[in-house]
């Protein structure tokens, strides 16, 4: 592909059984986009999709140049129904509803950005009956985000940005830095006493058949710990439980899917179901077995995952989003997610910017009597 002013034609895709032979040109794509992440695979999204999909419409539009696919908006349209009973509906990222995805973004061969343009174009035309276009998760780093707000500053929408998620990631490389972290004297402290109190262990599962036999173990941990939480575990629903077999089955295949387990006495302490994708780990579903809380397995697990990532020279260990204290104490860089609403309706906008003004003027108030503000504030 040359650079220079390209014809870029798309097509909205509305069943994954229309393009059987779709993931050998998204692989072929990905591998010319140096800035997209797992969540921006073919096989990510065909397993979300078969799990959670059935009550959205696929809205996947493709851009292409010649022959060649240069562009995809892994979009779909999903709807709410307000407090006062009327359904809303959103053209979003498929992924973003259920925070299964904690990076959304388009795919564009870096050669063609005409193909930005064009796939936004196509997604603001196909999306005319909802109420607003909704990108989430949008990670401030992507230079797709600066290139859309121009895009969308010339067309004059209406636009709004929020600030959405911290995404702490250390950036490896420094190794004296990178060990010093991982050593830690909680995380050396806590590892010693499993050390001595017996067999301690860390294992990377090599196959499909292993992590399998222990994802069970793994949902019921997640559950176990959760349940002393606010937060009911995700796996208590057998749909959650089927994504993630199948991402076992469909990921594992492609060298990306990691899952660790850290053995004390031959028994699961702790479990990690992650990713490793261009030489970046990213931190995804951890668990431990909460009956070992106070010697704090989870800082045990953080330990053995930063020592390998480190010793496979990977350049990045990935926290991905959320403001959880134990992250910031082993990142190095605090990225951002946003969230970009496009608004249909000019009453809606202002609405949204007259209900955000208003959370920001009770902010400051409560700032200024010496309050405190939760993160999800």
Known sequence: ?????????????????????????????????????????????????????????????????????????????????????????????????????????????????????????EVFAASSQCDRLELSHFPGHSPNRV?????????????????????????????????????KASLKRHTNYFKKAGDLRFHQCGSEAE???????????????????????????????????DLVRDVFPHGWLRFHVVLFNGMPLAFHFGFEYRKRFIWYKPTFDVQYTPRSPGEVLIKFLLEDAIRKGLEEFDFTVGSESFKYRFSNRTRINYRLT?????ADYWVYRGKSLLKKLLKRELLSRGGAVSPQE
């Open 342 to 346: 496009v608004f249909r309706s000019a």
């Open 211 to 245: 992590i399998l036999s222990y994802l069970d173990q793994f949902f019921e941990q997640h559950k176990t710990r959760r349940e002393r939480t606010d937060s009911p575990s995700q796996f208590l629903d057998p749909v959650q439980r089927s994504f993630y077999r």
């Open 147 to 183: 290139r859309i707000l121009e895009h969308l500053g010339n067309r004059r929408a209406k636009t709004a940005v929020e600030f959405e998620a911290d995404a702490p990631v250390r950036i490896l490389g420094d190794t004296e830095a990178d060990l010093k972290a991982s050593n």
């Open 1 to 121: 592909m040359t650079s220079g002013i390209v014809r870029v034609r798309t097509t909205r895709v509305e069943s994954w059984d229309s393009v059987p032979d779709l993931g050998e040109a998204w692989d072929d794509l990905l591998d010319r986009s140096p800035n997209c992440s797992v969540f921006q695979t073919f096989p990510w999204h065909v397993c979300w999709w078969k799990a959670f999909g059935a009550p959205h419409d696929l809205l996947l539009i493709l851009a292409h140049a010649g022959s060649d696919l240069v562009g995809i908006a892994p979009m779909m349209i999903t709807r709410d129904e307000t407090p006062h009973g009327r359904v809303r509906k959103r053209a979003c990222f498929i992924g973003s509803p259920n925070h299964a995805s904690d990076y959304c973004d388009f795919i564009v061969d870096p050669e063609v950005p005409e193909a930005l343009g064009a796939l936004v174009d």
